[in-house]
Antibody, heavy 116, light 108 residues
């Protein structure tokens, strides 16, 4: 059974950092690209970042470029999102997602709240 | 960057109605388009991939069409359990993917 479990969310002050993790199981992790997608309270979906299976291709939304860094550890079946210089507008539920097309699977998300 | 314009933003229809949602890309994305359904408090669920392919296990009343810049998502006969918000997503412009703004579907 495919599972994606996000962790690392919480309340953080503006300007501080947070690192999200996503633990994957039930599939061959290093066969797939992985993504972070977020959803602010009451708002729509926003793709945040994606990373290819071997970390050779990485992309970011303009809203987080230069502040967020995606990475993966295929030996640990884990995906990460290092979030620096956090802003109030980064407050959202952050989902980890396996691939994008057919067979995609999403975790249940971890909530990040940026507030003083 | 590719922008996705989805319409309408909200829609009210009756059970049994045919429902259509459109999504327009700011540039040619071939058929690299997904449609997702999201119910309150749940993660999004993929319904259609590559613009017109039905994901495994998804009821056949859902369908998608289009290529290039103009795409359509259709529910042939609306059911009460289809009440949700629907999103299109392009995945042509590596390494950036973008979602449409969403369409909230309600029962009339």
């Amino acid at each position: 059974e495919v599972q994606l479990v996000e962790s690392g969310g919480g309340l953080v002050q503006p300007g501080r950092s947070l690192r999200l993790s996503c633990a994957a199981s039930g599939f061959t992790f290093d066969d797939y690209a992985m993504h972070w997608v977020r959803q602010a309270p009451g708002k729509g979906l926003e793709w945040v970042s994606g990373i290819s299976w071997n970390s050779g291709s990485i992309g970011y939304a303009d809203s987080v470029k230069g502040r967020f860094t995606i990475s993966r550890d295929n030996a640990k079946n884990s995906l990460y999102l290092q979030m620096n210089s956090l802003r109030a507008e980064d407050t959202a539920l952050y989902y980890c997602a396996k691939d994008i097309g057919s067979g995609t699977f999403w975790g249940q998300g971890t909530l990040v709240t940026v507030s003083s | 960057d590719i922008q996705m314009t989805q319409s309408p933003s909200s829609l009210s229809a009756s059970v049994g109605d045919r429902v259509t949602i459109t999504c327009q890309a700011s540039q040619d994305i071939s058929n690299y388009l997904n449609w997702y359904q999201q119910k309150p408090g749940k993660a999004p669920k993929l319904l259609i991939y590559d613009a017109s392919n039905l994901e495994t296990g998804v009821p056949s009343r859902f369908s998608g069409s289009g290529s290039g810049t103009d795409f359509t998502f259709t529910i042939s006969s609306l059911q009460p359990e289809d009440i949700a918000t629907y999103y299109c997503q392009q995945y042509d412009n590596l390494p950036q993917y973008t979602f449409g703004q969403g369409t909230k579907l309600e029962i009339k």
